[in-house]
């Protein structure tokens, strides 16, 4: 029996797909979708609320076979590794997240059997997937069990029979089940006497059954149900890894994995919006010109939120990149998955806004389409971990290696992010890097992340320091030919560094800024540590790194109207 403490790509010796096959795989993903539900098709269903399951079930099965990507090579499917998920996860946003959603419950719905399931198991319900593009949901949250997984009621009692546990009597109720309505298996989370335990249910078990559709904020192409579990009987078999109490650590060993595509959506949703807002200020005159001319509108409304994604993008690219090499096993790369989706659902979030503000009115109403979007993207911040725990997942952890390293955890980063040069933004990451340092120094002398609200602060404030090093290390490979093969290719080299450096001056203002807030705002007035903290923060450098903001602004502008500088 297998186990199974590997990741998704770990299981495929992180081969993933050759870059024909996920090249293909993305266009088709467009085609299909296009031409089964055209975008005038898709605002119908979300304005009507109905969920095109005819439409899953194609993408999910032999007309299109998206699912394949997500089921390793053994088990009947591609194999992809977490690159090529997340590549075909920010595909699937761009269209819609609410369908991104439908199909991502089947990968996510499976995730228990990958990581936990035996291999009779894995080859019944992974092939299931594989061959007959059966369709899966999660159920973990309860109507009082969210964020804390740990307060579930769901009850499964063993029937005995001749002293041997044959089957358990399922008890309980699930709550915001995606594909709770549509999905042919699930995956339920219960309360077995030896702890948390994943169960497989099959539709329509007696005792099993569901609530109608939720009416949502949006994802409206997505079914969200409560699912009913009473008394319902579910054999020993199919008890993930045919061991009790293992639920809650199977849970989060596929975070690292699981966020990722979350935080692909928050991409691929904040793109799309940008796109189209790109796309409307290059025709919309005010004042005699193009919208798309006006600097005050760009810069704050376009180029601003097109460099929080790819500051997010390279995040999830390099967490993606570690996943498949292995690191991912056990958990080992929860923090990184919460600080990718933290940064790119609420970058995609922000931007999404910024669209609708950039249309005016007309973003205001359906048929310019930012609307629908703005309500798809926010449900990123929500499921698979809500902002606030990632915030504290990240606060957590990174506090734990300040004080292991005695604070040379960041310091070593900064040398790191500084030693790639201003060209692509290393001195100002470095300089947010090193505010956190001092910052989390502070804290520590002063005790003061026993305020909780400070400490999610600084989880913040961690998430954006490390996305402006890993968006510099982008840069800077971008510039030497070593981007991964599959790495998206939007800007080339030139224009990821403008990107680059933009960003990595706005997270060495935020960390200064916002971390003297914080220790100021936490210590009585007076307090000796302010002013130290603000000669550890160099704030001078940082205002000085600002010099030659407005270029790389007008810079970036240019790349993404696609005009000469
Ligand atoms: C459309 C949709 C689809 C979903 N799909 C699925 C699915 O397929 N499967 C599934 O199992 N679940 C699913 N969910 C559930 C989702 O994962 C939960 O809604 C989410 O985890 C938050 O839990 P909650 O709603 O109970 O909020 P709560 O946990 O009650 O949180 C409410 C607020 O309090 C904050 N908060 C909570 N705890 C703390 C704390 N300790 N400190 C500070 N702040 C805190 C949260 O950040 C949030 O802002 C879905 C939800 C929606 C809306």
Redesign the pocket.
């Known amino acids: 029996m297998t186990t199974g403490t590997a990741t998704r790509s770990a299981t495929t010796n992180g081969v993933g797909l050759d870059q024909e096959t996920l090249t293909l795989m993305l266009a088709s993903l467009r085609d299909f979708v296009d031409a089964a539900l055209p975008i005038e098709r898709r605002l119908e269903l979300d304005h009507d609320d109905v969920c095109p399951e005819e439409v899953v079930r194609a993408m999910c099965g032999d007309q299109l076979g998206v699912q394949l990507v997500f089921v390793p090579e053994a088990y009947g499917g591609f194999g992809g590794g977490a690159f090529d998920s997340y590549r075909v996860c920010e595909c699937l946003a761009h269209i819609d997240i609410g369908l991104a959603t439908s199909v991502f ?1 089947t990968a ?1 719905g499976s995730d228990p059997v990958v990581i936990g399931g035996t291999e009779d198991q894995k080859s019944d319900w992974l092939g299931r997937i594989a061959e007959q593009g059966v369709l899966f ?5 309860e109507p009082d069990a ?3 997984l740990g307060a579930l009621r769901t009850t499964a009692t063993p029937v005995a029979s001749d002293g041997q546990v044959t089957a358990y009597r399922i008890n309980g109720r699930k709550q ?3 594909n709770g309505g549509i999905a042919d298996l699930y995956t339920v989370l219960a309360l077995a006497p030896g702890g948390p335990t994943w169960f497989v249910l099959e539709k329509g078990m007696p005792g099993f059954t569901t609530a109608k559709p939720e009416d ?1 904020h949006g ?1 409206r192409l997505s079914n ?1 149900t409560a699912l009913f579990l009473d008394d319902v009987l579910v054999p020993a078999a199919n008890v993930v890894g045919l061991i009790e109490g293992n639920g809650l650590v199977q849970a989060q060993q596929v975070f690292g994995y699981t966020r990722l595509m979350v935080a692909a959506f928050g991409l691929g949703g904040g793109w799309e919006a940008l796109n189209r807002a790109i796309a409307y200020s290059q025709t919309r005159v005010q004042g005699g010109t193009p919208l798309a001319r006006k600097q005050g509108y760009t810069h704050k409304l376009i180029v601003a939120h097109a460099a929080r994604l790819e500051a997010a993008r390279a995040f999830v690219e390099e967490t993606a990149t570690r996943v498949d090499a292995g690191e991912g096993v056990d958990g080992g790369l929860n923090t990184e998955g919460a600080i990718a989706k933290y940064m790119a659902t609420e970058a995609g979030n922000a931007a999404a806004d910024a669209a609708i503000q950039a249309h005016g009115g007309y973003g205001y109403t359906r048929e310019y389409v930012v609307e629908k979007i703005k309500r798809d993207v926010r ?1 990123t911040t ?8 990632l915030e ?1 997942t990240i606060a957590r952890d990174r506090w734990q290696r300040h004080l292991k390293t005695m604070g040379e955890h960041y310091r070593a980063a900064a040398r790191a992010a500084a030693a790639l040069g201003a060209g692509v933004g290393g001195d100002a990451a470095a300089l947010a890097l090193d505010g956190l340092a001092a910052v989390l120094e502070s804290c520590r002398v002063g005790r003061l992340t026993r305020n ?1 609200h400070v400490l999610l602060r600084l989880g913040e404030l961690i998430a954006h320091g490390e996305c402006a090093a890993s968006l510099a290390r982008r840069a800077s490979a971008a510039a030497n030919g070593t981007l991964p093969p599959k790495a998206d290719r939007r800007f080339d080299p030139d224009a990821l560094a403008a990107i680059s450096r933009v960003y990595a001056r706005d997270a060495a203002q935020k960390v200064v800024s916002d971390g003297m807030r914080w220790v100021a705002g936490a210590l009585p007035a007076g307090d000796p540590a302010v002013p130290a903290l603000a000669e550890a923060l160099r704030l001078d450098a940082v205002r000085a790194a600002q010099a030659g903001l407005l270029d790389d602004l007008d810079h970036v502008a240019d790349v993404l109207y696609a005009r000469a500088s």
């Open positions: 419950a996510l949901a999660y159920g973990a949250t969210g964020s804390d915001w089940i995606s949502k994802i969200t449900i929500i499921y698979e971990g809500t902002s606030e725990i504290m909780q």
